[in-house]
């Protein structure tokens, strides 16, 4: 029980390259979350997806795109890096009760 | 929507004292306040969390406690250990389908032994 896995661990991006961070969970979660952490901002919340089928916006959409492929996974995609998109990316998945999110490891990206 | 405030941003403290951490929240409606710990590089994990409808939940050396009136929460680390030393983040949520949770931002801690 691999439990949530992401993919890259790092990345470097040149500013208007695209990528898509990949995260997948074998907890049979049904809603599934990108966070980005940045000093002394907390965790923010991205995109998530409650349910297989649907995804909605978080706290900080702009610039990024979400794909809900199946239950077990759930791509961010950053269409034209910016440096404001430096950070560290989390991927989340939870069941509806307990409440408990499981986070993947992190994918730190630096956009130069 | 919701905004969740954490204070304070560091705290020290000696080896066996007590750390209080306490977070504020301005959604009434929410009703699930969990608060997990992130060592340095990895990834956050649950150590407690309370629902709206308990005023206090206790594990081991760690506690909890909500006032649903005043719309605050805190943590309570008692006998602190050099392994406590991390960051710390509360968050805020209406539960249910999405469960999208509010997080503050942080409380660095560290114990000095």
């Known amino acids: 029980n691999a439990g949530v896995t992401q993919t890259p661990k790092f990345q470097v991006l040149k500013t208007g390259q695209s990528m898509t961070l990949q995260c997948a969970q074998d907890?049979?979660?049904?809603?599934m979350y990108w966070y980005r952490q940045d000093p002394g901002m907390g965790l923010r919340l991205i995109y998530y997806?409650?349910?297989?089928?649907?995804?909605d916006k978080g706290e900080v959409p702009n610039g990024y795109n979400v794909s809900r492929l199946n239950k077990r996974e759930f791509s961010l995609r950053l269409e034209s890096a910016a440096p404001s998109q430096t950070s560290v990316y989390f991927c989340?998945?939870?069941?509806?009760?307990?409440?408990?999110?499981?986070f993947g490891p992190g994918t730190r990206l630096t956009v130069t | 929507g919701e905004n969740v405030e954490q204070h304070p941003s560091t705290l020290s403290v000696q080896e066996g004292d007590s750390a209080v951490i306490k977070c504020t929240y301005s959604?009434?409606?929410?009703?699930?306040f969990p608060w997990y710990k992130q060592e340095l590089g990895k990834r956050p994990q649950l150590i407690i969390d309370?629902?709206?409808?308990?005023g206090e939940k206790k594990d081991q050396r760690i506690a909890v406690t909500l006032n649903k009136t005043a719309k605050h929460f805190s943590l309570h680390i008692t006998e602190t250990q050099p392994e406590d030393s991390a960051v710390y983040f509360c968050?805020?949520?209406?539960?249910?389908?999405?469960?999208?949770?509010?997080f503050g931002a942080g409380t660095i801690l560290r114990v000095k032994s």
């Open positions: 989340a998945s939870t069941t509806s009760s307990p409440y408990e999110q499981y």
């Open positions: 907890m049979n979660h049904n809603s």
């Open positions: 997806s409650a349910s297989e089928g649907t995804t």
């Open positions: 959604d009434s409606a929410s009703n699930y």
């Open positions: 309370i629902r709206s409808n308990v």
């Open positions: 968050a805020a949520s209406r539960g249910g389908g999405g469960n999208k949770l509010v």
